[in-house]
Structure formats: C-alpha cells, structure tokens
C-alpha cells in the first residue's frame, strides 16, 4: 500500500509564500502522474496542481500563476511552492496520483491570516 506523507504546512499572513513537500513510497512513484489536492471547510477536495511524469504542468485557474508544482523522482518527491497566498488558500494540503490512489496521507494544514 502506498504511503503519501505530506509536510511544510503553516501559517502565514496573506501575500506570503510556502512550500509544501510530500514525500511516498513505492516504485511507481517516477511514472505516475502526481497531483497536489486541498480541502477547505465545508467544501470538497479539490485538484490545484498536477504534474506528469514527464513534467508537464497543469494549474487550477485559482491558483495559476501564483503555485509551481514540481517533483524530484529521485527521491519520490513532489513539491509545491505557494507564492502570494489568499485567505482563501487556506485549507488542508495532501498530495496524491492523478487520479487519486484509495488511500490518502494526513494532510498538512495551511492557514493564511488576512
């Protein structure tokens, strides 16, 4: 079973920046197509990033521009640089395969203080 083990969550005020990694196991990791996904309150998760093995990209319109997605298959490493936060990003980070393996990592919480 795959384990997807998300970091670098935090707070921070509007108009700042982090970077989230999200680390998982397994072989498959360097030809399956990665996504970032976050779930706020009250909403349903969602698809904000994704990158393909070969590293094409491909960003919600909310956040284009302002999120780079990457990855470093060797060390099954997915990242997300979030620049210029909104209060509206707030919400729980996970990373996954696109689509979605069954199984899903803890999570890392990002707040943004308007």
């Known amino acids: 079973q795959v384990q997807l083990v998300e970091s670098g969550g935090g707070l921070v005020q509007a108009g700042g920046s982090l970077r989230l990694s999200c680390t998982t196991s397994g072989n498959a990791f360097r030809i399956v197509t990665m996504g970032w996904y976050r779930r706020a309150p009250g909403k349903e998760r969602e698809l904000v990033a994704a990158?393909?093995?070969?590293?094409?990209?491909n960003y919600a319109d909310s956040v284009k521009d302002r999120f780079t997605i990457s990855r470093d298959n060797a060390k099954n490493t997915v990242y997300l640089q979030m620049n210029s936060l909104k209060p509206e990003d707030a919400a729980v980070y996970y990373c996954?395969?696109?689509?979605?393996?069954?199984?899903w990592g803890q999570g890392t919480q990002v707040t943004v203080s308007s």
């Open positions: 990158i393909t093995s070969t590293g094409s990209t």
């Open positions: 996954n395969r696109r689509p979605p393996y069954n199984t």
